[in-house]
């Protein structure tokens, strides 16, 4: 939906957008998949269990109970982490109906959504990222490198071509086309009959469940703080251009908000800030934060953007304001699940890229009529 004017209010995600997984160590762009990738080549973990256990615990895995802040990164959290990362009915369901099926993944989004504005979300995008993407002033490298609401709580392809159109709500959502199968035209009686004998009995599961590998045994605590520690550095683009609409004059500048897929650290982490200056703190760039762990919502539920819809009218209407509705807004994220919500309701939105954050400012440039690049970025990009 194009909006027939400027925005009036300008919402982001923070992980993934306003903060991205940035190796200065390195120079390269890290992403939780990769991380998680280089996790199960290191330990024989096989391809994509970790993905695939967090996102099946949904709702009431540990993992959706820490963005929805019932529970803290303490050691009950990873001893269920753990227990969700070597269930044995997902472990079975893994190895009959997903990784020895047909069925081709389609979308898979991060599951280090977890302390968004020191939170990993999914920034995968079909080809590595060049100097260009990496920033105008960033080091150049040498060589080529590589819905829920809040009471819910191999062989597959390279992780290069993971994450189009994630759903984010889930931090490792998949989706699956549907397997062509060809069957004769049968009753429906025999249908029913051959429903009922394809289910296994007690006895068949444990049986099948035997013939399996073992189910890794993963540390998650250990795999939990490697991708935290991956998104710590501002994006080169994204970030600038929410200070530039920060510092407009007060006529100019519309509301800036935020929502966020988060973790509550323990107090005095580090995590907890970007680093020493008051800039650091996402929080202060924003007239409306709304963090999942605080408010017990998580996207991609649409609860959480109508709260961030009821503060934005509320500051508005409390600046002299005529309110806000969904319709004035426009949403940035790098999860496709989590746009979708927003445009359901209303709500123009931008998919910001990995590697391409730049062209998400080109078009926030276009919505808002306002220039968020300087000069040497503009050139750099022409």
């Known amino acids: 939906m ?77 001893r269920g982490f753990n227990a969700d990362l070597r269930n044995k009915s997902l472990w079975r369901e893994y190895h009959t109906s997903f990784r020895n099926s047909k069925k081709k993944l389609k979308d898979v989004a991060n599951p280090t959504q977890l302390g968004d504005h020191v939170s990993l979300k999914a920034e995968a995008a079909d080809t590595s990222p060049t100097d260009q993407d990496r920033g105008a002033q960033s080091p150049p490298t040498s060589g080529h490198q590589p819905s829920e609401n809040k009471n819910h709580g191999d ?40 429903t009922i004998s394809s289910s296994p009995s007690p006895s068949e ?83 409306v934060f709304i963090a999942s762990a605080e408010v017990g919502m998580r996207k991609p539920g649409v609860d959480i953007y109508k709260l961030a819809i009821e503060r934005l009218d509320k500051f508005d209407k409390e600046k002299g304001g005529d309110g806000v509705k969904a319709e004035d807004c426009i949403f940035l994220d790098d999860i496709g699940e989590n746009l979708k919500t927003a445009r359901i309701l209303g709500m123009q939105t931008i998919r910001v890229v990995l590697g391409k954050t730049w062209r998400a400012v080109k078009e926030l440039e276009q919505v808002t009529g306002i220039e ?8 750099s990009k022409l």
Request: proline fraction near 9%; charge should be neutral; hydrophobic fraction near 35%.
């Open 205 to 287: 599961a444990t049986s099948t469940l035997e013939q399996l590998p073992s189910i890794p045994n993963i540390d998650g605590e250990s795999l939990f703080w490697s991708m935290m520690a991956h998104s710590r550095q501002p994006d080169p683009y994204i970030f600038p251009a929410l200070l530039r609409l920060e510092k407009l004059p007060a006529t100019h500048k519309p509301i800036l908000g935020a929502i966020s897929n988060t973790v509550i650290f323990p107090a005095g982490h580090p995590y907890n800030r970007l680093g020493d200056s008051p800039e650091s703190d996402p929080r202060s760039h924003f007239d």
């Open 2 to 78: 194009a909006l027939s004017k400027p925005p009036k209010a300008v919402l982001f995600d923070i992980g993934g957008v306003c903060v991205r997984p940035y190796a200065l160590s390195v120079r390269t762009v890290l992403s939780p998949l990769e991380a998680i990738a280089t996790y199960e080549t290191k330990n024989n973990v096989p391809r994509d269990w970790i993905n695939f256990a967090i996102s099946r615990s949904s709702p009431k895995g540990f993992w959706q109970r820490l963005e929805r802040g019932e529970i803290t990164t303490d050691k009950a959290f990873f």
């Open 155 to 194: 062989n597959g392809p390279s992780l290069s071509k993971l994450a189009k159109d994630t759903t984010i709500g889930d931090p490792v959502s998949i989706e699956s086309e549907e397997v062509s199968q060809t069957s004769n035209t049968k009753t429906s009686s025999t249908n029913k009959q051959s």
């Open 372 to 379: 968020l690049m300087d000069d040497k970025t503009r050139r």
